[in-house]
């Protein structure tokens, strides 16, 4: 009988997967670039974004640079789900907990900034009884945009 060859992976799984389930909360939802997980020593106010490897495009990244550069643009930003902290690769956002809305007829009537462009309804969500963004990775918002910004209709309203 030959002698089990253990790899690394084999030795790092069972730990990963004990770390995941005692670190992450519940999964509430995924995108194509995140999988998002409630905290769960907080689970009602703090979610975790896990970047997906592949893409490289660094999305939690880009929203944790946006919400920095908007601190002294307080009306923009609470367009926007407050991030909380960030690793120090960028894999993992702490990010303040939206309820999801029902679906596109939450959107009817409703008003938001041009600086968000066209917000499918599954990147908004509620924050402290208001609309929000909780996926402006694309938005690069630009300083000029947020300084004078109208709400607009949301043309993602029907579809
Ligand atoms: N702050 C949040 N609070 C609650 N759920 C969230 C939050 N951010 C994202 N989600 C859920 O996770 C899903 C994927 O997150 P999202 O930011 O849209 O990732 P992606 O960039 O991959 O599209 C969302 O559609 C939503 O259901
Ligand atoms: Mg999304």
Redesign the pocket.
Known sequence: MGRRIETFSDLVQPFQEEFNAFMLGEL???????V?YSCPCEPDKW?Y?IERDQLHEF?NVREWTTWQQLEDYPDARAWL?PCDSISKGGKILR????E?LNGIDDLKGIKIPNFLGDCHW??L?RFEGRIVC??Y?YSRIPERAVKRFRLVKNDRETG
Request: charged fraction near 20%; hydrophobic fraction near 30%.
């Open positions: 509430l939802g995924s995108g194509e670039s995140r998002v979610v974004k999305h789900a990010m303040a907990r939206t999801p599954g990147n969500g909780h996926d990775a």
